[in-house]
């Protein structure tokens, strides 16, 4: 959850404005069923069915936009990354001690008005998975001096070098339409297809986050039905994307693979007060 309190100030006759606010941010998770990887761990006890866990945290979000003309105009903004307490019921799990900070985010958009009626919109988001150990660390790895008695080294489960997602920084490129029919109907539509999140030989952890998606199609409308009030309907469909590889290090010559469908539909009111 993030709760954002904005201050936004406009100038050049209302076509600039930038806009800064502080982001609080939570986030829970329960994890069960890792009773094995609790040998490979800094926190054996630390690692699975402990309930379940929050964390909070803030950061910063900062953006602009501008309109160069009536037809076309821009936008950019850029959240850091949020920087939160440990997970310490799953300090075991995860690197650094139960470290999950919420990784930075880049956005920069432009929208052109090709007639009274259409806007054609086009967006670049990335988001920097790369910058948090929990996420972007390698989970292929040999973890077998894990198992041992002896100390274990830094990069067994919770350590600072610990396992994890493998995720790399993504790439989001998004295209949308919006056709205004009259004055209280309008169509929308839009697709967005990101880059590969990890490699076939990051598969095994993902089986805990299997993140796969790389399309999302959305249909959608909204209605003005009073000056204050406005209704809107929408429909997004995710097709189902696999990741298949081996993980030698871990379970040799075995294979798997994870895969994830998504359907959504939103239904929401809007009321001005």
Known sequence: MFIEIPYTFKFADGKQAVGIAPVFAMQSIEVKGLQPFRAASLYPDKVSNNGTDWSYGAGLHLGWYGEVTDQLAFGMSYR??????????????????????????????????????????????????????????????????????????????????????????????????????????????GVSYNTEFASSRQALFNILAPATIRWHLTLGASYRFTEKDEFALAFSYMPEE????????????????????????????????
Not at 250 to 256: C, P
């Open 242 to 273: 696999e990741l298949s590889g081996t993980s030698p290090s871990i379970t040799q010559a075995q294979t798997g693979s994870i895969y994830m469908e998504q359907m959504d539909i939103q239904i929401g009111w809007n009321h001005r007060f």
């Open 80 to 189: 850091t990354k949020m920087w939160m307490s440990e997970f310490d019921d799953y300090k075991g799990l995860f690197a650094n001690q139960g470290e999950f900070d919420i990784p930075a985010m880049l956005n920069f958009g432009v929208a052109f008005k090709a007639r009274p009626d259409l806007t054609l919109a086009f967006d670049y988001q990335r988001i920097f998975y790369g910058e948090v150990s929990s996420i972007s660390n390698s989970n292929d790895n040999d973890i077998s001096p894990c198992f041992t008695s002896n100390p274990k080294p830094a990069f067994c489960l919770g350590g600072d070098d610990g396992l994890g997602f493998g995720w790399d920084s993504m790439d989001i490129f998004k295209l949308g339409v919006r056709y205004d029919h009259d004055e209280k109907l309008s169509l929308m539509g």
